[in-house]
């Protein structure tokens, strides 16, 4: 059975039934609805979120397929060279086919979509995320379940891109284009950074996090998304406990990216101007 792009909500009708009733796991027409989503998701037919009128839409019922697509398949003892791996999901195939440079010891796996033009350092990214193309994760970076990365990003060495899978409410981390995240940097619960923002080292932001604004005379304050074109750095602030004061971390904004930065090149540039190290 195969279930080609016109017939997606017959997939979601599957897959929404099977989440209500596991019964139906054991169905063959249910296991190849499943397979098929995740079939899609690998060759970017699909996505767990998407651009959608100025904002972003969460397709739930892909997340659930997902979820449902691990309890359908075995364990199985998989050798790379000299490397055995022992798991229930392929290994992603065919980098040159797809245009992407994969170096060693970099690991995608089946049912994410690697764009054209993707660059792995040694690294790894997860089934269900996006990686648009012109993009670099860069060394020991991870891109979790899920996680939307837009083109031409600059995951640094070491950043960690939070996965989300339960509760399948929960919105991805999304990355959007021309961004560029600084080494040791974490994104997760579901953060959003806009388009062309510019993360320092070492930023750390959770959906509770304080993201300040502090360019104007006064500090604004938000939590959860990153404004377009902003350049950040790590930062902390007071805060009273039962015990005492105590330094609580948070994110500060110091300002918007200039033209002379607009290059993926010289994006590094960006901190530069604000007399700040890479």
Not at 91 to 104: D, F, M, Q, T
Not at 168 to 196: H, L, M, T
Not at 226 to 240: A, D, E, L, N, Q
């Amino acid at each position: 059975m195969k279930f080609p792009i016109i017939m997606n909500m017959d997939l979601k009708f599957i897959i929404e039934d099977a989440w209500e009733n596991r019964q139906k796991l054991q169905e063959s027409a249910t296991r190849e609805a499943i397979e098929e989503v995740v079939r899609l998701l690998d060759v970017g037919e699909i996505r767990v979120a998407e651009p959608f009128e100025g904002g972003w839409k969460l397709n739930e019922w892909i997340k659930k397929a997902v979820i449902l697509y691990f309890p359908i398949r075995k364990m199985e003892t998989r050798e790379v060279g000299i490397f055995e791996f022992h798991d229930k999901i392929e290994l992603k195939k065919n980098y040159a086919e797809l245009g992407v440079r994969v170096v060693p010891s970099a690991v995608a796996r089946y049912g994410a979509y690697l764009a054209k033009g993707v660059v792995l350092m040694p690294s790894y990214v997860n089934i269900g995320a996006y990686v648009g193309s012109g993009t670099m994760v860069d060394t020991w970076a991870t891109v979790g379940s899920c996680a939307q990365i837009g083109k031409n990003v600059h995951l640094s060495g070491g950043v960690g891109v939070g996965g989300v899978l339960e509760p399948v409410q929960a919105a991805p981390v999304i990355i959007e284009d021309d961004c560029f995240i600084g080494s040791r940097s974490i994104i997760v619960e579901g953060v959003k950074v806009e388009r062309e923002a510019v993360l320092g080292a070492n930023v750390v932001i959770t959906n509770s996090t304080k993201i300040i604004d502090v360019t104007g005379d006064k500090p604004i304050e938000m939590k959860g998304v990153v404004p377009s074109r902003s350049v950040v750095i790590p930062g902390s602030y007071t805060k009273k406990f039962p015990a005492g004061d105590f330094q609580v971390p948070c994110a500060l904004i110091i300002g918007k990216r200039k033209p002379s930065t607009d290059l993926k090149t010289s994006l590094n540039e960006a901190l530069r101007d604000y007399e700040l190290a890479v």
